[in-house]
């Protein structure tokens, strides 16, 4: 198979994660922060050591504004349900995902408003101007993604990170298709709260995100209220972080598995991935051009201004039926909408969707001219 | 040995004490707190009660909260 869905989820994972996830269920046993005994201890010790590797990586305070969660989309319900109050006001982006646009709906019931803001790709200080009109004097927080997981463009979120605080509103960034491939650091960025997928640049397996704060001492309120195995007589959450967002038994086997795919993307370079995706995808999408019935929607994939995400169509035939031949033909792409009405609305896509072609670090070029040339005789 | 437990409540706050704390030249480890009054389970550092004075004053210069502070005689 040839597979170019990786903006869904990386795949093949590295052979470390492989491994890593094998030596979680064989010698990391324990439930982690629970029990004192060696097992469990040991277990503790290598969880800590990732969230500790994670917070490098990001540049947060110190392990302990890494809060492990079940995903990316979890991660951003607890900002959005732990900051927001009954009468605040949201500014998002037109190409969010519905990670962020259904929380929100469904936050309106508290009378919790949003506006939409326009983007420009590939005009930085347009996109700050739309921001700037959306925002209010109740605006708490501003939530937008580090990239569109549609179409590639990049956001400038160290500005809109400057923009929110400006105003004295904080910046939550989705950072679900660019982490492992953006450099991003906390410290310098702005970014009040860090969003991440697990299982997609950061090549963890499925069923671990992220949730990273910039500062730990005054974190959202809580969406899941448990046990964390310690405070136990308290009927409150724990205050600090990371055990206030961990209640329940902890993954253990996604985050070593996520600690492998993270020390993967450390030996790469996130930059590097980066520009040899951008590489080849840029080549695709040279092929496709000169396909008469192929129509793109973006400018040529370059740093720093996209992600390695190419979206198209072919004239005459709806994405999912061109994802069902390719599909036939041992291709694997996705189609439709990628959970981001907002962002196909922008661009014209939104009654028939796009196919997505996402390489990662195991892409061939070869594979990029297979699909191309499949296309070619669509 | 006789040593001090500082307790405070989750494993990572008690993780990156140790770390403080060895890097710092005082023998930490962590530990599973017994029972405290009021908080329940929890986890803390363990360090030689002759160290207790500079460990407690190294956390507290580095804003770590601590809940308890249990003197442990070794048994056995």
């Not at chain 1, 890494?66 to 109050?85: D, E, H, M, S, Y």
């Not at chain 1, 129509?295 to 709806?318: D, H, I, K, N, Q």
């Amino acid at each position: 198979m040839i597979y170019l869905d990786n903006g869904a989820t990386t795949w093949p994972k590295p052979p470390g994660v492989r491994q890593a996830v094998q030596r979680a269920l064989t010698s990391f046993g324990a439930n982690p922060g629970r029990g004192g005994y060696a097992m469990a201890a040991s277990t503790d010790e290598a969880v800590f050591r990732v969230r500790a590797d994670l917070a490098e990586f990001f540049g947060a305070a110190g392990p302990q504004c890494v809060c492990f969660q079940p995903g990316c989309t979890q991660a951003i319900n607890v900002v959005l349900k732990g900051v927001l109050r009954p009468g605040d006001h949201v500014v998002i982006s037109d190409l969010e995902h519905n990670a962020v646009l259904r929380p929100l709906e469904k936050l309106g019931e508290r009378e919790i408003t949003y506006t939409v803001a326009a983007t420009v790709p590939g005009d930085s200080d347009a996109t700050m101007d739309g921001f700037r009109r959306a925002m209010r004097p109740e605006t708490k927080l501003v939530v937008c993604t580090q990239a569109s997981n549609v179409w590639g463009f990049r956001l400038p979120v160290e500005r809109l990170a400057a923009l929110a605080h400006a105003y004295g509103a904080r910046i939550c960034v989705d950072a679900a298709q660019s982490a492992g491939l953006v450099p991003i650091d906390l410290a310098d960025s702005g970014i009040d709260y860090l969003c991440c997928a697990g299982h997609k640049g950061l090549y963890g397996p499925m069923g671990i995100g992220l949730l990273v704060l910039r500062d730990p001492e005054d974190p959202p309120g809580t969406l899941v209220e448990g046990g964390t195995g310690v405070l136990s007589r308290q009927r409150a959450m724990p205050a600090e972080p990371p055990e206030r967002f961990e209640s329940g038994t902890g993954n253990v086997p996604g985050i070593l598995g996520l600690g492998a795919g993270l020390d993967f993307v450390k030996a790469r370079g996130p930059e590097k991935l980066w520009a040899a995706e951008t590489a080849l995808l840029a080549e695709l999408y040279d092929r496709l051009a000169r396909l008469p019935r192929v129509r793109l929607y973006t400018p040529r994939p370059a740093e720093p201004g996209s992600l390695p995400v190419l979206s198209f169509t072919v004239e005459g035939l709806p994405s999912e039926e061109v994802g069902r031949r390719l599909g036939r033909a041992g291709i694997a792409v996705r189609c439709g909408l990628h959970c981001a009405p907002l962002a196909h609305e922008k661009l014209g896509t939104l009654e028939e969707g796009t196919v997505r072609v996402c390489p990662c670090a195991f892409t061939r070029r070869e594979e990029l001219n297979t699909l191309a040339q499949r296309l070619s005789r669509m | 040995m006789a040593e001090t437990m500082f307790v405070l409540g989750g494993q990572t706050a008690s993780r990156r004490a140790a770390m403080l704390l060895r890097r710092k030249g005082v023998a930490a480890q962590v530990a599973r707190a017994p029972q405290t009054p009021g908080l329940g389970c929890g986890y803390g550092v363990l360090v030689d009660r002759e160290r207790r004075e500079e460990a407690l004053r190294l956390l507290r210069q580095n804003r770590f909260r601590i809940l308890a502070v249990q003197e442990q005689e070794e048994s056995g």
